[in-house]
T-cell receptor
Framework: NAGVTQTPKFQVLKTGQSMTLQCAQD?????MYWYRQDPGMGLRLIYY???????DKGEVPNGYNVSRLNKREFSLRLESAAPSQTSVYFC?????????FGPGTRLTVT | DQQVKQNSPSLSVQEGRISILNCDYT??????FLWYKKYPAEGPTFLIS?????DKNEDGRFTVFLNKSAKHLSLHIVPSQPGDSAVYFC??????????????FGAGTRLAVHP
């Protein structure tokens, strides 16, 4: 039982490159989330998926797209990376009350 | 505007003493409040929660207090241990039709417990 897994753990991109962050959960949760964490700003919601087949924008969606591939997997795509997207990205899935987080992806855009 | 605020970016406490972390919120519609603990290079881990209809919840060394009239909650850690040194995030939960929920996080408080 791995909980929430994320790949990759680290990534360095050049401005304009694209990449996809992968997330999977094995807890049979319906809802999944993508957050970014920047110094002094806590975690901010990028996109969420209330259930398989649905996705919605969160607080900071610009520059990102998501895909809810199936109940387990929820990916985040950066089509044209910008230095402002340098951050730590966390995926989460939702239990009864709390959300469970993955270990994070540290992304640097140069 | 920030709906959840943690006004103290850092806190230093001696081992064995009480740590008190504070959090303020603005929206009365939140149904749960949660505390998460985060170590460097790891994801946040859930610590304790409290329903908006309660004023106290206790789990071992951790107690959360909720003051609804003041829109304030606090996390007490007694006794504090060096392993408690981490960043603590306060979060408030909003539930939407369809049964999904969103968490709104504060900026975090870095707790350092020293011998």
């Amino acid at each position: 039982n791995a909980g929430v897994t994320q790949t990759p753990k680290f990534q360095v991109l050049k401005t304009g490159q694209s990449m996809t962050l992968q997330c999977a959960q094995d807890m049979n949760h319906n809802s999944m989330y993508w957050y970014r964490q920047d110094p002094g700003m806590g975690l901010r919601l990028i996109y969420y998926s209330a259930s398989e087949g649905t996705t919605d924008k969160g607080e900071v969606p610009n520059g990102y797209n998501v895909s809810r591939l199936n109940k387990r997997e929820f990916s985040l795509r950066l089509e044209s990376a910008a230095p402002s997207q340098t951050s730590v990205y966390f995926c989460a899935s939702s239990g009864q009350i709390e959300q469970y987080f993955g270990p994070g992806t540290r992304l640097t855009v140069t | 505007d920030q709906q959840v605020k943690q006004n103290s970016p850092s806190l230093s406490v001696q081992e064995g003493r009480i740590s008190i972390l504070n959090c303020d919120y603005t929206n009365s519609m939140f149904d749960y409040f949660l505390w998460y603990k985060k170590y460097p290079a790891e994801g946040p881990t859930f610590l304790i929660s409290i329903s908006s209809i309660k004023d106290k919840n206790e789990d071992g060394r951790f107690t959360v207090f909720l003051n609804k009239s003041a829109k304030h909650l606090s996390l007490h850690i007694v006794p504090s241990q060096p392993g408690d040194s981490a960043v603590y995030f306060c979060a408030a939960r909003a539930v939407f039709s369809g049964g999904y929920n969103k968490l709104i996080f504060g900026a975090g408080t870095r707790l350092a417990v020293h011998p």
